[in-house]
């Protein structure tokens, strides 16, 4: 039963053995037996070496065909490749052609005398470029490429007409199709007397005519009036730089009414040079705020409108506009302005905030370390170049920044450094005459001069520091003098008599005694002007008038409620009466909002002494020099606080000190 039951599955190969078995055991012979075995092997390995070869066909065929899709993929992969390049060659191609902003001169039609003596077409517009790149590389101006509504930047080339179709045809095509090109043409014609030339950019051209020994200059009048209309605003920054301020002024004027919105929020802007020049306030406020009316975000413009608030003495206006300007150039505004002017105008908003806020020691620092060669106090030549070196910088922008710089040494009190920098003065102006001859710069000859008068301010301030009250008024009725001149010359660092003279020269008045005179001037200052309303007060406190001085120094701090002149005025006039408590509260409040400013820290201390309290008083002069590290008066109460205290070695320390900083020329730069 067994059998039975493992019958059914044994293979062929059994098979075979069981009927060799039974052919032995039964009536063949064992020989049979055995060649039949053979033959049986014989076939399996037939059998087995047919499959093996079978086997390696259908692998040599798996491979073949293996390869072929590997190459077909290869193939058709290599197509596609060819194929997508070429759709981005093309893509590439339509992008570069529809943002194409350059200017194409074209070739002008010239009478065929004139291409007979080799002034053909082609050289004409090739002269036209030369006069128009010579242009744009005298332009110095702080705004960016891309902000211009019609900016062809470098991309300016002459056209050189072609035959026939070809890819540079096609590709002309494109550009003309889809781009915004800036084609310029124009001709050559006879005239009775001479020549005249024509060029337009799309527009009617002008015609300029004149005898034919003129051309180049008929061609390069040509050429300014197509930079009038295709660049107005670097056109206008080019009058400029020839001092041609009227003429830049009717110019932008026109600009502001017909141009497009990028166009005429810097034509505003640009107005305000010529208005500062001429004093004319009214109009540069309401240029420079219509310019970021039109553009809120546009941090050169909220520049501007901090210029003309200082320029009124607007203090709080000021201090506002100059942290808008901060907080535009750190968003989308700073994209009207090149990199190194969004530095600039940083770095010099950051120093007007300082001075605005009594740090005049951060001010002074932040200028140093800007124009590093302002310590070579001896070389104005050094001084120039160093200046000009700075990213930016032109002749019209460096040439009052000693003198601005000498006027913040002012405000921390270190007159012996002003003195050696106002000695030196002589050669950073004969060093900046120089270069405007060797630059033909009008505009930088005119503000040379608006120099030399800054300077005068400069000299105004350091006698009236010295409490020179007569050298203070005279200095001032010497610059009110020359202001009439200087407008004339449009320089635009004039100084805004109202604002930045008549204070002055009303307070030495003042202090002389001579009260008639005094009011005289400052009653013609404007009445929200901080200095002015500051000058008021201290003024009626030298008059004894206390309840007129308490009324002029609280105007000034309602005004003003983020600066700290008012109050530290304020508190030197209450200490002055004899109340060192009211004084102290009024130089507690200046302190705070002006932390680095030292005339309060130095008033409290005299006002702690006044209240015997000269050991607290040691301690606010040691925070003041900080500040004002080489303030004589300083020094001396300094001194004195020691000696109250007991001190007198190191009390005599300081009165050494002080005797060294009132001799002239005794300190560094």
Not at 40 to 57: C, D, K, N, V
Not at 123 to 144: K, P, Y
Not at 179 to 204: C, D, K, P, Y
Not at 450 to 466: C, D, K, S
């Amino acid at each position: 039963m067994v059998e039975e039951a493992e019958g059914p599955d044994c293979g062929s190969a059994n098979n075979g053995a069981g009927a060799a078995m039974a052919l032995g055991l039964g009536s063949g012979s064992q020989d049979q037996a055995n060649a039949f075995l053979e033959e049986q092997t014989r076939l399996a390995r037939l059998q087995a070496h047919e499959l093996g070869h079978e086997l390696s066909l259908r692998r040599w065929s798996l491979w073949v065909r293996h390869v072929s899709g590997v190459l077909k993929l290869a193939f058709e992969f290599s197509i596609a490749l060819v194929l997508l390049g070429v759709v981005a060659l093309l893509a590439n191609e339509v992008w570069a052609a529809a943002h194409d902003n350059g200017l194409v001169i074209e070739p002008f039609s010239v009478p065929p005398d004139l291409a007979a003596r080799g002034l053909t077409g082609q050289v004409v517009a090739t002269q036209m470029l030369d006069n128009l790149s010579a242009l744009d590389s005298q332009i110095n101006s702080s705004r960016a490429p891309s902000s211009y509504a019609n900016n062809w930047g470098d991309d300016i080339k002459v056209e050189i007409p072609e035959t026939g179709v070809s890819i540079g045809q096609l590709n002309t095509y494109l550009h003309q199709l889809l781009g915004h090109q800036t084609h310029i043409t124009g001709e050559v014609v006879r005239t009775a007397s001479g020549i005249a030339i024509t060029a337009r950019a799309g527009i009617a051209g002008k015609r300029f005519s004149g005898p034919e020994s003129d051309f180049d200059n008929l061609l390069l009048q040509a050429t300014e009036a197509v930079y009038a209309s295709t660049q107005p605003y670097r056109y206008s920054v080019h009058l400029q730089s020839l001092g041609q301020m009227a003429q830049a002024e009717a110019f932008l004027t026109a600009s502001v009414r017909t141009l497009p919105l990028s166009e005429r929020i810097w034509a505003y802007a640009g107005l305000t040079n010529y208005y500062l020049s001429q004093h004319r306030m009214a109009e540069d406020v309401e240029a420079t705020r219509e310019s970021v009316r039109l553009k809120p975000d546009f941090a050169w413009g909220w520049g501007k409108v901090a210029g003309a608030a200082r320029q009124l003495g607007q203090a709080e206006a000021e201090l506002a506009a100059n942290r808008t300007t901060l907080e535009m150039l750190n968003g989308p505004g700073a994209a009207d302005l090149r990199p190194d002017a969004i530095q600039s105008l940083r770095k010099s908003t950051n120093s007007a905030i300082d001075e605005l806020l009594g740090d005049y020691a951060g001010a002074t620092r932040e200028v140093l370390a800007r124009y590093p060669s302002l310590a070579d106090i001896d070389d104005g030549e050094k001084q120039v170049q160093g200046l000009l070196a700075v990213p930016g910088q032109n002749l019209a922008s460096i040439i009052s920044v000693p003198a601005v710089y000498a006027a913040d040494l002012i405000s921390i009190h270190d007159l012996a450094a002003v003195e050696r920098r106002l000695a030196g003065a002589s050669s950073f102006l004969t060093a900046i005459g120089n270069a405007t001859v060797a630059r033909n710069d009008a505009r930088g000859k005119a503000n040379t001069d608006g120099t030399l008068h800054v300077f005068g301010g400069v000299e105004m301030r350091l006698a009236l520091a010295h409490r020179d009250w007569a050298g203070a008024a005279r200095d001032a009725a010497a610059l009110d003098a020359q202001e009439a001149g200087l407008n004339a010359a449009y320089a635009s660092t004039s100084l805004y008599p109202p604002t930045t003279i008549w204070p002055i020269r009303a307070l030495a008045e003042a202090k002389m005694g001579n009260f008639a005179a005094a009011h005289a001037w400052i009653d013609k200052t404007p009445g929200d002007c901080d200095l002015c309303l500051r000058t008021r007060g201290q003024i009626d406190a030298a008059q004894k008038n206390y309840g007129g001085a308490d009324f002029w120094f609280a105007r000034a701090a309602r005004l003003a409620p983020s600066i700290p002149f008012a109050y530290a005025d304020w508190g030197a006039a209450l200490l002055a009466r004899g109340d060192p408590a009211g004084a102290i509260a009024k130089f507690k409040i200046a302190n705070q909002k002006g932390p680095h400013f030292a005339d309060p820290l130095e008033g409290w201390g005299e006002a702690l002494m006044a209240q015997n309290r000269s050991d607290l008083g040691i301690a606010k002069f040691a925070q003041a020099e900080a500040f004002a590290p080489n303030w004589s008066l300083l020094h001396r109460k300094w001194g004195e606080a020691l000696v109250y205290a007991g001190k007198k070695d190191e009390a005599q320390k300081q009165f050494a000190l002080a005797d060294a900083l009132d001799r002239p020329h005794a300190a560094g730069p």
